[in-house]
């Protein structure tokens, strides 16, 4: 019989840790540590022989054939999963991976769990009876019963650390502010995610700098600096793999060994799918591009590099989700062509998924975790909107933070974008909504709200036309704020508005109704408002937006 012992193991507390800082640079290292504990650490101190090699797992090398004395079957991602021959050596890898965390990752919390497995015997599929449930059951409850970590204190004589006010025990080798033990290992593991970014991107960023600072970013002197923080997600992943486990779901080498090897090379696909459709963003980042004649790089008359940085900085990268950081002005612009370039790669993967984005657009010094938060809770509700709407499409969601941000998503668009139906009793669908947002990705027969007419409005705000006053808005600040504001007075100042500046329509949207260009509203939702409030917080990259609806 062939018994081993199953281990799956569990970073807790990621997006406090790579996130809770105002520093670029403490972000960027915090997730290359995540990265570290759950792949290179986990490769590095899993027992000999094994299947790691040099370019990731040897799908030859299997434990069944007894050659090996461990198998990595996943790692990535901030979790692992991996098969031992031995309980005891199983035991003592949790023990030296926990301790390597503890000296060279401080802050970041493992949490393990391990059941015995007959190959012969028992599915590691089998979504009702298989090990991997089994072993995630344990991961679950090992978590909520856990003593939770306190950190110590510093005394009234210790300094304490400008990021997470733990006691300082280094000085940041740059500025010479105090830092904590975890700040340290963060800001020294800056500079191998940076050299994993260069890997990862190759030729296509090599004439330019990779930032540090969010300043760096594309914040010019003298005018309100924003940052847009982009977090992507690919949809129905965990459906995915829920099939996976139905389709292989018995004992044995048959069962056993095909569902290692299917979810292996998803996970596989999926990364490299990823990787790639970052790469494409930044390509089409790059080529837009300019130089002036006086020296000066920028992205058309608005956005202008600073000392040839990169107006981008993924953070987190390499797996289904991808969170980045750009220039405010490009966050809608990125999202889009990020989730156009996904849905390409994984196509190209024989794959087919699609994802989600959520782009929080803030003040270069707002509180980067509330950022953050705000656009894993965009990409979430874009994710409702797919799941409420049939799936089988991407699409995005964003916020323009001008002010600070009090209370969650949900309560700051029924505080500023909404206004309930006196004549209906259903406080959730009764609303009126200045918003279309989540939208589409792609143009749709059946809907207006795309990402392709968010776009075509925008154009048409932008453009001139003397002869055509329908069609003549570009510079005219005073005529869209008019609009603006007949806007969220209703449809019947919006047809007034028209009437007092002659407009026939305004600029129309495909599958849209008639009385959208007439009134500016769909029953209840305004087609509008979001593309005048996006008109100072959008860029194009390459042009082609409006032919095709991609960046």
């Known amino acids: 019989m062939k018994q081993y012992t199953l281990v799956a193991l569990d970073v807790t507390g990621i997006q406090g840790y790579i996130f809770n800082s105002n520093r670029l640079?403490?972000?960027?290292?915090?997730?290359?540590?995540?990265?570290?504990?759950?792949?290179?650490?986990?490769?590095d101190e899993v027992p000999t022989p094994n299947n790691v090699t040099a370019n990731g797992l040897d799908d030859n090398l299997r434990i069944e054939a007894g050659n090996i004395?461990?198998?990595?079957?996943?790692?990535?991602?901030?979790?692992?999963?991996?098969?031992f021959v031995e309980a005891a050596a199983a035991e003592q890898f949790i023990s030296e991976l926990s301790l390597k965390i503890i000296s060279e990752a401080p802050g970041l919390e493992l949490v393990a769990a391990t059941v015995p497995f007959d190959?012969?015997?028992?599915?590691?599929?089998?979504?009702?009876?298989?090990?991997?449930?089994?072993v995630v059951e344990t991961l679950t409850k090992n978590k909520r019963t856990r003593t939770a970590s306190v950190p110590l204190l510093g005394l009234g004589v210790t300094a304490a650390c400008q990021s997470t006010g733990l006691p300082a025990v280094y000085l940041e080798p740059d500025e010479g502010y105090p830092i904590s033990a975890q700040v340290r290992a963060k800001i020294d593991s800056a500079d191998e995610a940076t050299q994993r970014l260069q890997e990862t991107l190759g030729a296509v960023i090599e004439a330019y700098e990779i930032p540090?600072?969010?300043?760096?970013?594309?914040?010019?002197?003298?005018?309100?600096?924003?940052?847009?923080?982009?977090?992507?997600?690919?949809?129905?992943?965990?459906?995915?793999?829920?099939?996976?486990?139905?389709?292989?779901?018995?004992?044995?080498?048959?069962?056993?060994?095909?569902?290692?090897?299917?979810?292996?090379?998803?996970?596989?696909?999926?990364?490299?799918?990823?990787?790639?459709?970052?790469?494409?963003?930044?390509?089409?980042?790059?080529?837009?591009?300019?130089?002036?004649?006086?020296?000066?790089?920028?992205?058309?008359?608005?956005?202008?590099l600073v000392d040839n940085y990169l107006p981008c900085r993924p953070i987190v990268f390499g797996g289904d989700d991808v969170t980045f950081v750009c220039d405010g002005r490009l966050g809608?612009?990125?999202?889009?062509?990020?989730?156009?370039?996904?849905?390409?790669?994984?196509?190209?993967?024989g794959l087919n998924c699609q994802a989600c984005a959520g782009v929080a657009v803030v003040k270069s010094h707002y509180p980067f975790a509330r950022a953050y938060q705000l656009s894993e809770a965009l990409a979430g509700s874009a994710k409702k909107y797919v799941r409420d709407n049939g799936d089988g499409f991407s699409a995005l969601d964003w916020h323009f933070a001008e002010t600070?941000?009090?209370?969650?998503?949900?309560?700051?668009?029924?505080?500023?974008?909404?206004?309930?139906?006196p004549n209906s009793s259903n406080s959730t669908n009764g609303a009126y909504q200045l918003y279309m947002r989540p939208i589409r990705l792609h143009a749709h027969a059946q809907t207006w709200r795309t990402w392709p007419n968010?776009?075509?409005?925008?154009?048409?705000?932008?453009?001139?036309?003397?002869?055509?006053?329908?069609?003549?808005?570009?510079?005219?600040?005073?005529?869209?704020?008019?609009?603006?504001?007949?806007?969220?007075?209703?449809?019947?100042?919006?047809?007034?508005f028209r009437t007092a500046y002659g407009l026939a329509t305004l600029p129309e949207m495909s599958a849209a109704p008639d009385r959208l260009a007439h009134d500016g509203w769909d029953g209840k939702t305004c087609g509008y408002f979001d593309p005048i409030e996006a008109l100072d917080f959008f860029v194009t990259l390459n042009g082609q937006e409006v032919q095709n609806g991609t960046v």
């Open 25 to 43: 640079k403490e972000n960027i290292g915090a997730s290359e540590l995540v990265y570290r504990v759950t792949r290179q650490w986990v490769f």
């Open 69 to 83: 004395v461990a198998e990595v079957i996943y790692a990535g991602g901030g979790n692992a999963f991996i098969l």
């Open 119 to 134: 190959w012969d015997t028992q599915p590691l599929g089998d979504p009702d009876e298989g090990q991997m449930k089994a």
């Open 212 to 304: 540090k600072k969010f300043d760096e970013l594309g914040r010019q002197r003298g005018e309100s600096s924003y940052i847009a923080v982009v977090h992507a997600d690919g949809n129905s992943i965990s459906k995915t793999l829920q099939r996976i486990s139905e389709d292989y779901d018995e004992a044995g080498d048959d069962g056993n060994r095909a569902f290692i090897n299917a979810i292996r090379t998803f996970s596989e696909k999926l990364e490299r799918a990823s990787k790639n459709a970052l790469e494409a963003m930044i390509e089409i980042l790059v080529a837009a591009i300019d130089e002036s004649e006086e020296g000066q790089k920028g992205i058309g008359d608005t956005v202008f």
């Open 332 to 349: 809608l612009s990125l999202a889009a062509c990020y989730l156009y370039a996904f849905e390409q790669e994984t196509k190209k993967e």
């Open 404 to 421: 600070g941000l009090l209370g969650d998503l949900n309560d700051i668009r029924r505080r500023e974008y909404e206004w309930p139906d």
């Open 454 to 496: 968010f776009v075509n409005v925008i154009h048409g705000f932008n453009t001139s036309d003397a002869e055509n006053e329908s069609l003549n808005w570009a510079g005219k600040r005073n005529k869209i704020m008019g609009l603006y504001q007949a806007l969220r007075e209703g449809s019947v100042s919006v047809r007034q």
